[in-house]
């Protein structure tokens, strides 16, 4: 462990790596929303190797027997996860964690596994990816050009982000607009490109070395809907996973998972679903302590295709954690100059 500089005081932390899609991006042929490979083969290689020499991986049953008070940890906790349920994730990363011995918890929105359904954002992508035109309205943006590839994914990014603010029920209306603006006519049911796992996958892979939690069914920004219809959302994710899986699942992750979205009355909701743990995405790592005071808003770290090499390592290191700290501690300072200076 001598060629990488390892942290030394995390034994009592528990690191969770949140990770979407594998995937080589290169080549030309569509292969889904870009935000969302988190990083190629090669990269997910070098970073699985880190894992594996610096911490100790465990799985989600490991996790949840020490919650319930069984016994201790290893040192260096670590537990690598994946949301939304994509065909790669079996496909190209488990192979790579196959090899280092870590095994993976995948997060599924039921609703998207096992019926050929695409995610929205795959749709849009797809849209302004093999549309015609190079410029028109679009709806929730307004005039925009989208000539070449760049400003294609740039706008996929900002549709996306647009449409996450809409109520969820009127997300497929949203699509229809935007497919009918490029002159791509495609939905969720019908896109050329098959990108989540079936139920027959999950169980092979679930008899084997992975484990599956909930990710709601739909996948909506349970913040944005009324407490009981998120609950609906998190509970029935919860008796779906059950019944496919033979048994019921252990852990559950907020979709988006940021502090605005997801409410105390959504953890709650989870809690009594029967997850026994829950996942956000307020970055991590995280103290054990904290781990067990909030067991269903557990934060992880965001991989994305550019925390490669360094930016990756700060990552596990807790970088995120100390900027987010910094701009709190900022925010409280402009508040007191700000208060001293109106009075
Ligand atoms: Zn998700």
């Known amino acids: 462990m001598s060629d990488v500089m390892l942290p030394k005081d995390r034994a009592s932390q528990l690191l969770v790596l949140c990770y979407h899609r594998v995937a080589d991006t290169g080549g030309g042929a569509f292969n889904g929303f870009l935000p969302n490979v988190s990083a190629d083969p090669r990269e997910f290689e070098r970073q699985m ?58 997060f599924l929105a039921t609703d998207y596994i096992g019926n050929g359904r695409a995610f929205p954002w795959d749709v849009v992508a797809y849209c302004l990816a093999t549309t015609r035109k190079t410029g028109g309205k679009l709806p929730l943006l307004g005039q925009a050009t989208f000539a070449d590839e760049a400003s294609r994914v740039r706008l996929a990014s900002e549709w996306m982000a647009a449409c996450k603010e809409e109520p969820a029920d009127e997300r497929s209306e949203w699509l229809r607009q935007l497919a009918e603006a490029t002159d791509v006519p495609v939905s969720s049911t019908d896109l050329p490109w098959k990108a989540c796992m079936d139920w027959d996958l999950v169980r092979r892979l679930a008899a084997r070395d992975v484990d599956f939690g ?47 979205d997801f409410r105390p009355d959504d953890e709650r909701a989870v809690a009594r679903a029967g997850f026994k743990i829950g996942f956000s995405l307020e970055p991590g790592p995280v103290g054990l302590a904290s781990v067990r005071e909030r067991p269903h808003a557990v934060p992880r770290i965001y991989i994305g295709r550019r925390d490669s090499g360094f930016r990756f390592w700060l990552k596990i290191k807790g970088a995120a954690v100390a900027m987010g700290r910094a701009r709190q501690a900022l925010r409280r300072g402009l508040s007191i100059a700000g208060r001293a200076g109106a009075r």
């Not at 016994?71 to 496909?91: K, M, S, W």
């Not at 779906?240 to 979709?255: D, H, K, M, Q, S």
């Open 214 to 260: 909930g990710h709601t069914c739909s996948h909506p920004i349970l913040s944005r809907m009324p407490p009981g219809e998120a609950a609906r959302e998190i509970a029935d994710c919860f008796d779906r996973l059950a019944v496919e899986l033979g048994r019921p699942p252990l852990a559950f992750a907020y979709p988006n998972g940021s502090a605005r």
């Open 49 to 106: 190797s880190l894992v594996a020499r610096a911490y100790t991986p465990i799985g989600i049953e490991r996790l949840v027997e020490w919650l319930d008070g069984g016994g201790e940890l290893p040192e260096r906790p670590a537990l690598v996860t994946f949301d939304d349920g994509y065909l790669d994730n079996g496909e190209v990363a488990l192979p790579i964690m196959r090899r280092h011995g870590i095994r993976p918890l995948i």
